[in-house]
């Protein structure tokens, strides 16, 4: 049998480039301390830069999810929706989302230029997601949220592989969880300025609150969109802003951390080529199914709303209870993922935070008590920070080539919007106010996560024996890449 290449670790260096690692390091850098304070301050200068990823994110979010916070003050009558449209509007999204994910990562990593593209698309769906606000019936809105989901696609696969083009694998786990932070800010704040908009804005120039929601958080992302040309950067080697010695020290961070560097890769070999070692590796599809079934125990974010709403309360002071699980989520997260790059360890902090939501969704089975009901969704809400670990792991599975990388990221991001488009429909009105039905299938989605990150860190384990013992073989002393487990 062929060997497989999704099986393929990146090369240990020659035993001879291991022994002078260090005067290189000397005679490059001017010794280690001088290149552990020029390394402290590209990272410095890498986060403040990076740190606009972070409002992208909220807004990306916000423009996503604003359907939701509109479903019960107009939308749904104004469209003159029946029955199951209201979930088709919100699946059709990820319809656009799926078809773009793949050829926009892999158009980026050819042009090499995120402070361009990622605004440029950025732009876009905030035209669009401001035209929603005039759409008049089921098509319209229909048209707009699939051409939303189209545009949108650019940007998660994109952040995550520009992330992954600067920091190592100690390090990625720390700046995607403040990502994703951004995506919990903004089911807190999404909701807050959402709440505020609807309460006071309906009738202004003769238009429903929901239409003035859709112009004016469609108008903010493309002002933001504007500025953020001017902060993000681009690859190490294409970025400007860049010293000569910020620039080195950069590619040799990224050929130290994974055995080999991306300028020593075939970055240029074509699409085809990273496609072919994508869609060859049993593993990307290994973790698409379960990052499927992860979304789907996670389709209750997009329902937040609906689920505080069966509180009792005011259609304002449900929207208002939306934020604080979700600033817990975020705080949670925070410090959940970077216990996990601390240890680098992957499948236990994963499989905790599922069993915590298993137990939030539990207790909304058993009771309506509001108080227990309330705390589900702080229980649930946290277990986001899976779905962090989840993707730093993939860029330590998936470390070489870059066009590989790239096509990794995008396709297993592609791939789990299956699930939203199945969660979609998980939580349907008559199912509720109880919901049950909806958390059992929550549950499920979580039970299969949690079992399919097992048998993936036990694979990954046994490649890690692998390449240790290729290493004692050849007489390499110093230990090579491992995959984090």
Not at 132 to 161: K, Q, S, Y
Not at 211 to 232: C, D, H, K, N, P
Request: proline share 4%.
């Amino acid at each position: 049998m062929a060997p497989d290449p999704s099986d393929t670790a990146p090369i240990s260096p020659p035993k001879e480039h291991v022994e002078c690692k260090e005067l290189d390091v000397d005679v490059e850098f001017g010794g280690i301390e001088a290149r552990n304070k020029l390394e402290r301050k590209l990272l410095l200068k890498l986060d403040l830069h990076m740190s606009m990823l972070v409002l992208i994110y909220i807004l990306n979010f916000i423009d996503r999810n604003n359907a939701s916070a509109a479903r019960t003050r107009g939308l749904t009558a104004d469209l003159h929706l029946e029955g199951p449209q209201f979930a088709t509007l919100l699946s059709i999204f990820y319809v656009g989302y799926i078809m773009m994910q793949v050829p926009s990562n892999m158009f980026l990593n050819y042009i090499k230029k995120p402070s361009l593209y990622l605004p440029a698309c950025m732009v876009i769906w905030g035209v669009i997601s401001a035209l929603t606000g005039i759409t008049t019936n089921f098509v319209g809105a229909l048209l707009t949220r699939f051409f939303l989901g189209f545009m949108e696609a650019a940007f998660f696969p994109g952040a995550v592989f520009l992330i992954s083009k600067w920091y190592k694998r100690t390090e990625i786990g720390l700046r995607l969880a403040i990502l994703y932070c951004g995506n919990m800010i903004s089911n807190a704040f999404g909701a807050v300025i959402a709440s505020g908009i609807l309460a006071n804005m309906d009738g202004i120039r003769a238009q429903a609150a929901w239409r003035w929601l859709f112009y004016i958080e469609g108008s903010l992302t493309v002002t933001v969109a504007i500025m953020t040309v001017f902060v993000l950067p681009d690859f190490p080697t294409t970025t400007k802003w860049l010293t000569d010695d910020e620039r080195r020290l950069a590619l040799k961070r990224m050929e130290e951390d994974a055995g080999v560097g991306d300028q020593l890769e075939t970055e240029n070999d074509g699409f085809g080529y990273g496609f072919y070692l994508a869609i060859a590796d049993w593993k990307v599809w290994w973790i698409a199914i379960l990052s499927i079934a992860q979304v789907v125990a996670f389709s209750f974010i997009v329902y937040f709303p609906t689920l505080t709403a069966t509180l009792g309360y005011n259609p304002t002071a449900s929207l208002l209870l939306v934020a604080p699980p979700w600033i817990y989520a975020a705080i949670f997260t925070f410090v959940w993922t970077r216990h996990s790059d601390k240890t680098q360890e992957r499948f236990l902090h994963m499989s905790i935070s599922n069993l915590i939501g298993i137990i939030g969704s539990l207790i909304s089975i058993c009771t309506m008590n509001t108080t227990a009901r309330y705390l589900s969704l702080f229980l649930m809400a946290q277990s986001n920070s899976a779905h962090v670990l989840i993707t730093t792991w993939e860029s330590n599975i998936f470390a070489r080539p870059p066009s590989k990388r790239a096509v990794c990221f995008s396709l297993i991001n592609a791939l789990q919007q299956l699930g939203n488009i199945a969660g979609s429909y998980v939580w349907p009105a008559n199912w509720g106010p109880t919901y049950r039905y909806s958390y059992t299938i929550v549950i499920a989605g979580y039970v299969a996560a949690i079992v399919m990150t097992w048998i993936l860190r036990q694979h990954l384990k046994t490649l890690n024996k692998k390449l240790e013992k290729e290493e004692q073989e050849q007489g390499i002393k110093e230990k090579g890449f491992r995959y984090v487990l």
